[in-house]
């Protein structure tokens, strides 16, 4: 079975500093993964995607994520944070299981940008 | 598109009354999921639709839940009867093909339900 963990329940951080947020997951099988990102009162939205190709994945807002295969990781970071960032971040594996995918999401990291 | 659209954005029960949610999907998306947010539980797949069929409903608490999509641009999911531990926020999410099986979810802004 598949599994994803999100260490880090609650990351602060200031206006224009660096964040990373940390991703793990399990399988036995060739994985996709996704970052979601919900603002408050929303559903989610998907931020990037690692399919298949180039390790290191960007979102048009400036996060990106590498695909680590050996430390089974995907970490989403980004150089520079602004208070709009604020929100939870999910963390996302889809194997294939039997006959069809399963999606399963990590508990959430909140990311608070303070000024 | 207008994306996923969910019904009521917020539903305030007694326990023991039924509740109805729904879901109008992206159209042309094949697949439809239903999620149950919770601060204790994180975020559960209760079940999924392909192609108005359901596919795996092995999140669905008990039989209390149930969950139909009579045809491609709806889906209700209905809790008779309902108890306070069933509040939480449920969401609606569609997808494409095979793209979409694989992980990118759309999802609405969700069904906030309070069972008093």
């Known amino acids: 079975a598949q599994s994803v963990t999100q260490l880090d329940s609650q990351v602060p951080v200031f206006e224009e500093a660096p964040v990373e947020l940390r991703c793990n997951y399990s399988s036995s099988v060739s994985v996709y993964l996704f970052w979601y990102v919900q603002y408050p009162n929303q559903g989610l939205q998907l931020l990037l995607k690692y399919l298949s190709g180039s390790t290191l994945v960007e979102s048009i807002n400036g996060f990106e994520a590498e695909f680590n295969k050996s430390q089974t990781s995907f970490h989403l970071r980004k150089p520079s944070v602004h208070i709009s960032d604020t929100a939870e971040y999910f963390c996302?594996?889809?194997?294939?299981?039997?006959?069809?995918?399963?999606?399963?999401f990590g508990s959430g990291t909140r990311l608070l940008v303070r000024p | 598109d207008a994306g996923v659209i969910q019904s009521p954005r917020h539903e305030v029960t007694e326990m023991g009354q039924e509740v109805t949610l729904r879901c109008k999907p992206i159209?042309?998306?094949?697949?439809l999921f239903w999620y149950r947010q919770t601060m204790m539980r994180g975020l559960e797949l209760l079940i999924y639709?392909?192609?108005?069929?359901?596919?795996?409903d092995s999140g669905m608490p008990e039989d209390r839940f149930s969950a139909k999509m009579p045809n491609a641009s709806f889906s209700t999911l209905k809790i008779q009867p309902s108890e306070p531990r069933d509040s939480a926020v449920y969401f609606c999410?569609?997808?494409?093909?095979?793209?979409?099986?694989?992980?990118?979810?759309?999802f609405g802004e969700g069904s906030r339900l309070t069972v008093l």
């Open positions: 999410a569609s997808s494409p093909g095979t793209g979409g099986v694989a992980g990118e979810l759309f």
């Open positions: 159209s042309g998306h094949d697949y």
């Open positions: 639709f392909n192609n108005n069929v359901p596919i795996d």
């Open positions: 996302a594996v889809s194997a294939r299981m039997d006959s069809s995918y399963k999606l399963i």
